[in-house]
């Protein structure tokens, strides 16, 4: 008896090990990224890198830990590559993305990356050289590559402006791909151009989204319905739609200060990635600021650096009553699967 005692003990011991490991949530850390070389990391997009067989996120490299005027730390930045392989988890820095295609110091903000016919396609606003203040033409630029690591660049894509940022791309089940991009001639309104084959694009007359000035749009399809965040610089509004054309404006996300180190003041342009039935949206905070959206330079002109410096956050989207709900103070299961 005794030992069948200690047999169903044991059994009982197995089963509640195999519950407990069945139930538990993977955390993410927060902060769930720094730049380790600026210390700027801004913008991120996440893709799934088909031959390293890992997660990338590319994001604009602010040059935050870099003293100089007024905003200059947000010009003359790279595309920085951080890559996880142990399913989002951990975040390591691998290097920059070398776009340059002519000569001088010049500026890479907010790529966009999608995967199709075998090739990798990065949109991404480029500028010409570095500024002092915010300015300068902004055009999109296309680039090609088989790894994610090897770029070619393939030109500029014509919109309706050359003040454009802020690719977010998504392809519509009849195969046509479409860009949703900020156009600041236009109040920064959200823009949208139709491509069949990413190369050639028509600019469609209406704004998407217009009315509240906004960027860093991202597109993505989630239980049902289309929905587009985007960043209004106190939070990230939310649309719903079902044609991905008409869009219904709902409410804010991400508008407040979390109780998560670095999570503060609001969270910023990001990314969203729909895993089987979750959905994370990777952002970025400026936690040494009170608001996203206001800091005070010194005397000399520089803002200083606990001003200028970024963080990225990941965090749970949640269907709740028709929208989108995200409630980064609860607990969250977060896992980046492998795709086969």
Known sequence: MYKLAILFSCIAIFQTAIAQSTNTIHKADAPLYRDPIYDGAADPVIVWNRQEKSWWMLYTQRRANVDGPDVSYCYGSDIGIAASSDNGKSWVYRGALKLEFEKGRNTFWAPDVVYFNNTYHMFVAYIQGVHNHWGGSARMAHYTSANLWDWKFEGFVTLSSEKVIDASLFQMPDKTWRMWYKDETKGSATM???SKDLKSWKV???PAISGTAQ???KIFFYKDYYWMITDEWHGMRVYRSKDASNWEKQGLILDGPSARPEDTPSGAHGDVVVVGDKAYIYYFTHPGRKKHSEAEMNSE????YSIRRSS?????LVLKEGTLSCDRNSPFD?????IK
């Open 301 to 304: 002109g520089i803002y200083p």
């Open 312 to 316: 990225i956050q990941v965090a749970e």
């Open 204 to 206: 469609m007359e209406k």
């Open 192 to 194: 949208v151009a139709e």
């Open 334 to 338: 977060y896992f980046m699967p492998e």
């Open 215 to 217: 960027e860093g749009p």
